[in-house]
Nanobody
Framework: QVQLVESGGGLVQAGGSLRLSCAASGRTFSDYVMGWFRQAPGKEREFVATISRSGDNTFYAGSVKGRFTISRDNGKSTVYLQMNSLKPEDTAVYYC????????????????????WGQGTQVNVSS
C-alpha cells in the first residue's frame, strides 16, 4: 500500500496562491488514481480535484474549477495542487488520497472510492 505525505499549506491573503504537494512512497505511484479533498471547520470533507494514472484526465469541483490545477509527476511519485485566486472559503485542511485503478485514464471524485489518505495540510486564506 502507498503512504502519502502532504506539504505546502500555510497562511495566504485572499487572491494569493499556494501549491500543495503530496509525496507517495511504498508502491508504484503510477498505479494510483489521485485525488485532493478538503474539510473546513464544522463541515464534511468534500472533493476538490482528481487526476488519472497517466495524468491525461482531470476533474474538478465546480467551486475550484478555473482556479485550481491538479497535476502529477510519476517520476517523482508526487501529485500537486496549484491553487490560485484563493478565497477565504478555501480555508480547510487539504487531504490527498489514492486508489488503485486498472485503467490509465480513470479518475474518481467519490470519497469512499479512495482507500489511502494522507494526514492533511492546513490552508488558511485571510480576507
Amino acid at each position: 500500500q502507498v503512504q502519502l505525505v502532504e506539504s505546502g499549506g500555510g497562511l495566504v491573503q485572499a487572491g494569493g496562491s499556494l501549491r500543495l504537494s503530496c509525496a507517495a512512497s511504498g508502491r508504484t505511484f503510477s498505479d494510483y488514481v489521485m485525488g485532493w479533498f478538503r474539510q473546513a471547520p464544522g463541515k464534511e470533507r468534500e472533493f476538490v480535484a482528481t487526476i488519472s494514472r497517466s495524468g491525461d484526465n482531470t476533474f474538478y469541483a465546480g467551486s475550484v474549477k478555473g482556479r485550481f490545477t491538479i497535476s502529477r509527476d510519476n517520476g517523482k511519485s508526487t501529485v500537486y495542487l496549484q491553487m490560485n485566486s484563493l478565497k477565504p472559503e478555501d480555508t480547510a485542511v487539504y487531504y490527498c488520497a489514492a486508489r488503485i485503478a486498472t485503467y490509465r485514464g480513470t479518475y474518481s471524485y467519490t470519497e469512499r472510492s479512495y482507500d489511502t489518505w494522507g494526514q492533511g495540510t492546513q490552508v488558511n486564506v485571510s480576507s
